[in-house]
């Protein structure tokens, strides 16, 4: 069916800690994000994103507003929403260095080699370390861009 009359519910925001409350830690892995979904996280804002693909949906988004000096972000666990934070804005200089989104127990952190093709709207390849507090720690290569530069 092209077109279901009925969507199923965006999914719920949890803590990080109720995200991952599993008996299997090791196959945790951030799950792919609708566009619904980081909209109800983040609102309309200019966003950044890590994808595990060029194409994929984005595993990370990023919020860029013009409030205040950190950024919000989202990811997505067993189904279930995840709000991190930071106290630094997405931006070249920060990505270069690593940019650090944190929720109570868990740590997403992107870094990348070439952040200055990010502020001329470009996609650049990146690495993704996500890291929790109940003893994992992976990580992954993928792909990181803006909306707006």
């Known amino acids: 069916m092209e077109n279901p009359m009925m969507q199923k519910p965006l999914p719920e ?12 830690i090791p196959t945790i892995d951030p799950q792919t994000l609708q566009t619904a979904e ?11 994103a890590f994808r595990y693909t060029a194409e994929s ?3 990370l988004a990023i919020g860029d507003s013009d409030q205040g000096v950190g950024s919000q972000a989202v990811t997505k666990i067993h189904g279930r929403l995840v709000q991190l934070s930071s106290d ?10 690593g940019l650090s ?5 868990m740590t997403m952190r992107m870094v990348s080699d070439e952040p200055e093709k990010v502020k001329s709207g470009k996609q650049v390849t990146a690495e993704l370390h996500f890291s929790l507090q109940q003893g994992l720690n992976v990580g992954y290569l993928g792909w990181y861009e803006c909306d707006a530069p």
């Open 38 to 48: 980081i909209v109800k996280v983040l609102g309309n804002v200019p966003q950044c």
């Open 88 to 97: 630094r804005k997405p931006s070249y200089e920060s990505l270069q260095e």
């Open 101 to 105: 989104f944190t929720a109570d127990g």
């Open 13 to 24: 925001l949890a803590s990080a800690q109720d995200a991952v409350s599993s008996p299997d």
């Open 57 to 59: 949906p984005p595993i």
